[in-house]
């Protein structure tokens, strides 16, 4: 394994940094930027956007699958990602038919980022049920699957289709406690562990998700993948917004990666994660844009310090910025089973931008982390390929049209 630290250094006129990992992402809910932000009659929250959500995942078929999902992967490259874990739901066709190819929209989005350039970790998600008790909405019907027996042989199918390919990665999750009962997160988290792939999981984004599970199990989320022996190094705990204690030293004691979406936490009013004290206890922090509320890779990152200062009404609360660096970075490849390629893919910033012009050799890390923004980006290499040059993606006018023509057809232009 590659030693070497993430670093950034000057050279001429640009600043030159690693590519970002955005390990969590929906790359379809990227179709409800801006369209979810007028008031309801009621209090809106997490599930009043889910509604919305569904409403979306129903009407999509592969080639607008393709479309948005290709869009959003050229917008995360002239933001900086160079890699994306896209954790994928959306399996089967309107009404819960599995495709005469079952992997046919897992590999759609696999091809969206392949014309994108992004390396992908395809996190091929297990889903069998509403929640306890609870009856499956018409959209779901196309994420669930059968049996835990179908979900793997996708797996295999996927793994198969794409050995070798370096720019490719399959990795395996269980949706949430909520979709996902006990039984079936043992057989998935088992086969992910002896076959060393990333295991990803929703964990307690909401505090509902986090009354449901002691309701049924008698145990909060954290708590009771700790008891069933699911925490580890190669375990994925995304958002992991409402935590006790046990379970920050649960998490921080296994070595496992948390990774914080806040530009889409923040969205979807989901709270404050316990940042300082999971890294405190030994968790490794890494970021997605899940929805893609918003793709600023450096807002992502930032906003993991920022946030958590507002949260303690203090300064420093979290990382400084060479920390911040490598959760964005090495943390984040790592978490999607890509571990060394980052020190392959590269970012070259303007160093005259005016969000990081006059930076001294000291300060470079501290304000590209602090103050970047996605227009200081100036061209992105990623295994050896130039994707963004002068700061736009060499196929961004086709992946508009796409994008917009499929908006068209939604009706949502």
Known sequence: MDT?????SRRGNRIIMPGMASVHSHAFQRALRGRTQRRATEAGSFWS????????????????LFHISRFAFVELAMSGVTAVGEFHYLHHDRDGTPYEDRTLLAETVIRAAREAGLRIALIRTGYFRAGWRGALEPAQRRFCDASVEDALRDVETLQRRFAGDPMVRIGLAAHSVRAVPRPYIMELMAYARERALPFHMHVSEQRREVDECIEEYGLRPVALLDRMGALGEQFVAVHATHLNNDEIRALGGARAFVCLCRTTERDLGDGFPPTRPLVQAGARLCVGADSHASSD??????????????RLEVRHAVAEAPELLRAATQHGYQAIGMDDAWRD???????????????????????????????????????????????????????RRGYEMTLRKLGFL
């Open 345 to 399: 893919d590269w970012v070259a910033l303007n160093a005259d931008d005016p969000s990081l012009a006059s930076l001294n050799e000291e300060l470079l890390v501290d304000g590209l982390i602090f103050a970047a923004t996605p227009r200081a980006v100036d061209e992105v290499t990623i295994a050896g390929r130039k994707v963004v040059i002068e700061g736009t993606h060499i196929h961004y006018e086709d992946a």
């Open 49 to 64: 956007w889910r509604r919305l959500m569904y409403t979306l995942a129903e009407r999509l078929d592969p080639d607008d």
């Open 4 to 8: 070497r630290e993430p670093s950034v």
């Open 297 to 310: 890779a450096f807002e992502e990152i930032r906003a993991v310090e920022l946030d958590e200062r507002s």
